[in-house]
């Protein structure tokens, strides 16, 4: 049986992965082992890059839509990820064809 995936996000237009902030970091830094003792500052440093990062949004919806479930993407945890999923899935249904973000949606929908 074939697998046929509908791509619905095209999170390589406009080549996000061109202008991220982190290409030139060293990538373990997005890779923080546990969410406690080191990895928090760890984990704050990735995020002080995200913020900085053009890419951000686009990398983030990879993210969601990839199911990334670990290490740092557009600035979130992976606990922050699992949350947001939930909520960008729900937005994805409600929002089919209304053109705008899901990302911004699912993100301004948590932060109610
Ligand atoms: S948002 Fe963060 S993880 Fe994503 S491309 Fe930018 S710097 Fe890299």
Redesign the pocket.
Known sequence: MALIWNRTVDWDAGDWRRV???RDTEPDL?FPVGTTGPAVEQIEAAKR??RT?E??EP??EFALATNQESG????TSEEERRKLRRAWLAARRSAAGSGGSVTSIAVNALQR
Request: glycine residues 14%; neutral net charge; charged residues 0%.
């Open positions: 991220a902030a982190c997005f890059v995200c990062c890419a951000q990398c983030l740092i993407w557009g600035g």
